[in-house]
Structures are given as structure tokens and as C-alpha cells.
């Protein structure tokens, strides 16, 4: 029968199992972009088979929280709000990552395209780049060293991604009209650049669920800025 210790106990279990898969997923975004940036087919096809354990891993930690809380309730567990609010988060950060994998796999699938095309890629798209993976890197912190400053650095950087993308489609389109490069090495650019900006997008979700799990609090990006939401115990 489960106890309040045991539950927490198997509470952090989870924890750990979840940061283990969002370092997969790091893993995955790195070398997606990595054989993007170097025209390697070999290590694009490494990248789509390891998406399995990605998706193996997601199934395995939702089923296992879903088994937590089918106990704890049958056992007649007290669970603390905050016990309850880590197990959902820790469900739906599971999700983001499994969504942010996808997004390798993807930029992965292109890179044959791009290698045939033989075409430079602009150097703003090495900044993007970089700039995607500290921000999956420091979604992956805040969660797991329980950071709140972190995470709402986090829900700030994605707008320079946003500003990255757009100059690239910028320069992109000047390139078109100058017959510099070709229509469908632009799509490419484009397709690339907006699963970019959709691993920005999972990763201010993972920091939104960080500051709802740590204060309780909801955030909402609202006309520009990133907001606090008072919770119904807060409000008059």
C-alpha cells in the first residue's frame, strides 16, 4: 500500500526519469542541427532512429504517473497540492519533449534535400541554431534544479528567435528576387526556420508549467509581455 513517503518517493523517481528524457532530447536537437550544418545524411538517419526511445520513454513516463495517482487515490493518500500539480506537470513537460524530438526529426528528414541543392546556408541560421539549443537547455535546468529566475528567462529568449527567423525570411526573399537562390531552397530555409521557432515555443511551455509547478502561479504571454495570472485564492 502506498504511503505519503513511498508516494514521493516515486514522485522524484519520475523527476529523474523526466530529465533523463529531456537530455535525450537535447541530445537529439544537437545532432539534428549538427548534420543540418554539415550535410550529413549519415548522422540525420542516427537522429530519426533514436526518436524511438524518445517516443518509448513517453509512453512509459505518462503510463507511470497515471499508475501513481490510480494508487495514491485507491490507497486514500493524502497528496499535497504540490504533489498533485508535479505529477500533471511533470505529464505535460513529458509531452513538450516528446513534441520538441519531433521537431529534430523533422529538420533531420530535410537534410538529403538540402545536401542535394548544395547551397551555403546563411550564417544567421548557425546563431538561431545556437541560440535553440540554450534555450532547450536552460528549459531542461530550470525544471530540474526547480528555477524559477531560469524559467522566466526562458519565457523571454523565444522573441529572438522570432526575430531571428524573420530576417532570415527577409534575406531569403531579396535572395529569390535576385535569382541568388531558388524557390525551393527557400521553402527549405522556411520549414527549418519555423521548427526552430516551434522548439521556442515548447520550451516557454516547459518554463510556464516551471513557475506554475514551483509558485503555484499562471503565466500568459499577453500583448507583448508575459504576465502573471492571480490565482482564484489571490484575486478579491
Known amino acids: 500500500m502506498d504511503t505519503t513517503e513511498r508516494y514521493a518517493k516515486r514522485l522524484e523517481l519520475l523527476k529523474a526519469d523526466l530529465v533523463d ?25 542516427d537522429v530519426i532512429r533514436a526518436d524511438d526511445v524518445i517516443d518509448q520513454v513517453d509512453v512509459r513516463v505518462e503510463q507511470t504517473a497515471v499508475n501513481m495517482l490510480t494508487d495514491a487515490a485507491t490507497s486514500g493518500v493524502a ?34 534535400e538540402f545536401v542535394r541543392m548544395d547551397t551555403d546556408i546563411p550564417k544567421t541560421f548557425r546563431v538561431m541554431a545556437n541560440s535553440v539549443i540554450g534555450l532547450l537547455r536552460d528549459a531542461g535546468n530550470c525544471f530540474d534544479k526547480s528555477d524559477e529566475s531560469l524559467a522566466r528567462v ?25 535569382g541568388q537562390i531558388t524557390v525551393e531552397y ?12 516551434r522548439i521556442a515555443d515548447h520550451c516557454t511551455n516547459i518554463a510556464e508549467q516551471v513557475i506554475y509547478l514551483l509558485s503555484g502561479t499562471v503565466v500568459r504571454h499577453c500583448e507583448g509581455q508575459w504576465v502573471d495570472v492571480p490565482r482564484p485564492d489571490q484575486q478579491a
Do not use: W, Y
Not at 186 to 197: K, R, S, T, V
Open 21 to 45: 528524457q529531456g537530455r535525450r532530447v537535447q541530445s537529439i536537437i544537437e545532432s539534428a542541427l549538427d548534420s543540418f550544418f554539415n550535410g550529413d545524411t549519415e548522422a540525420a538517419s
Open 79 to 112: 497528496l499535497s497540492s504540490t504533489q498533485i500539480r508535479k505529477a500533471l506537470v511533470i505529464v505535460k513537460l513529458n509531452n513538450e519533449l516528446e513534441r520538441i524530438a519531433d521537431a529534430g526529426v523533422t529538420i533531420a528528414e530535410r537534410v538529403p
Open 154 to 178: 526562458v519565457l523571454q529568449a523565444d522573441e529572438a528567435i522570432e526575430a531571428f527567423k524573420a530576417k532570415i525570411l527577409k534575406d531569403a526573399e531579396q535572395k529569390i528576387a535576385n
Open 186 to 197: 527557400a521553402f527549405l530555409l522556411h520549414e527549418i526556420a519555423n521548427e526552430c521557432l
